[in-house]
């Protein structure tokens, strides 16, 4: 393996250098809640964190058999990503929230959390599929602090996969 290949894989890839993308709204939507849902991509978000899945398991002890127990896999689960972004004018988040409490299917969309390296190139891409903001919460305010305000929105997804970005050059 030439000296460039190996460099691209060992250098670690920063995590304050990402991208949220939200795709389009799904079809079942009304129009008047599609035409607000293309707002919730706009800004940036200073954090996203929930990028995981887990796999249950169940111990099944064999009769018979005294040195070990053996293990079934039951369900997989996804984790809810959190999207953690500065308020910004403008209905945002809130309007994609808002668009799911009116609708009793949800408004469902798909998108992706891109990890970029340090051009600026996505390193790592997680894509999730059929996303329900699922929890929004408000920023907290306090008179005594100069910080920004955050908000937060939940999204429960029904599967994350990691998309091969290749092996690179």
């Known amino acids: 393996m030439t000296e460039p290949a190996l460099e691209f894989f060992t250098q670690p890839l920063p995590k304050y250098r990402f991208l949220v993308v939200l795709g389009p709204a799904a079809a079942h939507l009304p129009p008047e809640q599609t035409a607000l849902l293309p707002l919730t991509a706009q ?15 169940t111990a099944y002890p064999e009769g018979g058999v005294n040195d070990r127990v053996r293990q079934f896999p039951v369900r997989h689960s996804w984790n809810r990503i959190v999207l953690h972004g500065g308020v910004a004018r403008g209905p945002g988040l809130w309007a994609w929230y808002r668009a799911g409490l009116i609708n009793p299917l ?17 390193g790592s891409v997680w894509a999730f599929r059929g996303g329900l903001a699922s929890k929004w919460t408000g920023p907290d305010l306090h008179a005594e602090r100069s910080e ?22």
């Open 148 to 169: 920004v305000a955050v908000e937060q929105l939940e999204i429960a997804h029904e599967g994350l996969v990691a998309v091969d970005q290749g092996l690179g050059p």
């Open 106 to 122: 949800g408004a469902r969309r798909s998108g992706a959390v891109l990890l970029l390296d340090a051009a600026g190139v996505p």
């Open 43 to 57: 800004g940036a978000f200073q954090q996203v964190t929930g990028l995981g899945a887990q796999l249950e398991v």
